[in-house]
């Protein structure tokens, strides 16, 4: 499998292909937002080695955003991820779980942020950005800050998530339409909703 990353939007695609990790019909991401294409991340976690070698060429940007104390992901897509990440940088790593009654994320398990502690943010996939800002609140409640974000594969067409500097493996920016804004070749397709987030309906 390649371990190469990507230099273009083409090389990309051809990446995610390779691990068959794109998949296209009419999906709603976790966002709420619509797309023609879903990034099948399963399908580039269940290759530890690989994505370890993926993830150690981007070590020295990450190094950049300063000291890492803790590396912290949500449940369950970024948890494969963070450990292979917190491994990188010899940094602790932990993890949020969504709380079914509430659809908020919490620590659990006797995980803790200490005051003064700076984390790395760690997901798979990122679209919107929406999953890792939702952790913000209960790290700086707990004295935390964040020294950035670090995605497998950037979709958002962004180098920031919020005020956060992004690190990536690799980009591609897909179209995304609002519910309303689906394009007719799309919404004649039925839509799916991949992953477990629950989508925020408003």
């Not at 399963?42 to 803790?70: C, F, N, S, T």
């Amino acid at each position: 499998m390649r371990t190469e990353l990507p230099k273009s939007p083409e090389e990309t695609i051809a990446l995610l292909k390779d691990y068959g990790a794109v998949e296209e019909g009419h999906f709603i991401l976790a966002s709420g937002k619509h797309s023609a294409y879903y990034v099948k991340k399963g399908k580039l976690v269940q290759h530890p080695w690989e994505l370890q070698r993926m993830i150690e060429q981007v070590v020295p940007e990450i190094e950049a955003l300063g000291v890492v104390d803790v590396v912290l992901s949500p449940a369950m897509g970024g948890v494969p991820v963070g450990q292979q990440v917190g491994l990188a940088l010899h940094a602790r790593t932990i993890y949020a779980e969504r709380n079914a009654a509430t659809n908020q994320l919490e620590l659990k398990r006797g995980f803790e942020i200490r005051p003064g502690e700076r984390l790395l943010l760690v997901e798979d996939v990122i679209t919107t950005g929406g999953t890792l800002l939702e952790l913000t609140d209960f790290i700086e409640s707990q004295g935390g800050t964040v020294a950035g974000v670090f995605v497998v594969v950037n979709r958002s067409g962004k180098k920031t998530v919020g005020d956060y500097p992004v690190v990536s493996c690799m980009e591609i920016e897909f179209p995304v339409y609002e519910a309303d804004a689906v394009p007719a070749e799309l919404a004649v397709i039925p839509a799916v909703r991949p992953g477990t987030k629950r989508v925020e309906q408003g």
